[in-house]
């Protein structure tokens, strides 16, 4: 196992602009999950996605979107970003939905100004 | 809806001595519940789950939880703090409509020397 990589570890954005993270999940984990943490907060589900395509999502807006590809990589996009954005955005991953251990990264700092 | 209270956003304790966080749900469905650890600037670790198996859960660096349907509880405890232990303790249930995690606010836990 190599464990779920998140990168870049830390970033500063300008409101307004778009922001791309990334993720690469453990070898074989099939599904993803992307999480916002702000400071003090529990984390907040963003949206999951399955063999590629999104099948669940929180209460977050489209400017909110994600991909996932074969190589058990995703990404998180978000555009037009807010100063309410900063946040520690978390990539976690699980070997098959019926298994709840899911493995989360260290996960990547988004200060926005 | 699903829902995680934790009592106490900080819990100090002595070394050696008794730990216990708590966590409260609220769930339509028999819930699967997690207690997670994060450090400083890291992700979150698994410590436990239950799946609706045995009611009292092992983990690992010796914490053990108690599912109590009756009391809608799943409280973490540890016989004896480690200064190591000090870390930010979150418990999250399984949403009964996606697979997504809801995380309680968090509960951190200090160790005195």
């Known amino acids: 196992e190599t464990g779920v990589t998140q990168s870049p570890t830390h970033l500063i954005k300008t409101r307004g602009q778009q922001v791309t993270l990334r993720c690469s999940s453990q070898?074989?984990?099939?599904?993803v999950s992307w999480y916002q943490q702000a400071l003090g907060q529990g984390p907040q589900f963003i949206f999951q996605y399955y063999r590629e395509e999104e099948n669940g999502r929180g209460n977050f807006p489209p400017r909110f979107s994600g991909l996932q590809f074969p190589n058990y990589s995703s990404e998180l996009n978000v555009n037009a970003l807010e100063l309410d954005d900063s946040a520690l955005y978390l990539c976690?991953?699980?070997?098959?939905?019926?298994?709840?251990?899911?493995?989360f990264g260290s996960g990547t700092r988004l200060t926005v100004v | 809806a699903q829902s995680v209270t934790q009592l106490g956003s900080h819990v100090s304790v002595s070394e050696g001595a008794l730990v216990l966080l708590r966590c409260n749900y609220s769930?339509?469905?028999?819930?699967?519940l997690f207690w997670y650890v994060q450090y400083p600037n890291q992700g979150l670790q698994l410590l436990l789950k239950?799946?609706?198996?045995?009611?009292l859960v092992k983990g690992i660096n010796g914490f053990e939880a108690e599912f109590k349907k009756s009391e809608t509880s799943f409280h973490l405890t540890k016989p004896s703090a480690h200064m190591s232990d000090a870390a930010e303790y979150f418990c999250?249930?399984?949403?009964?409509?996606?697979?997504?995690?809801?995380f309680g606010s968090g509960t951190r836990l200090l160790v005195r020397p």
């Open positions: 769930s339509s469905v028999p819930p699967y």
């Open positions: 999250a249930v399984r949403s009964d409509s996606s697979y997504k995690l809801i």
């Open positions: 239950y799946t609706s198996a045995a009611t």
């Open positions: 070898s074989g984990h099939n599904t």
């Open positions: 976690a991953s699980s070997l098959d939905p019926i298994d709840y251990g899911y493995t």
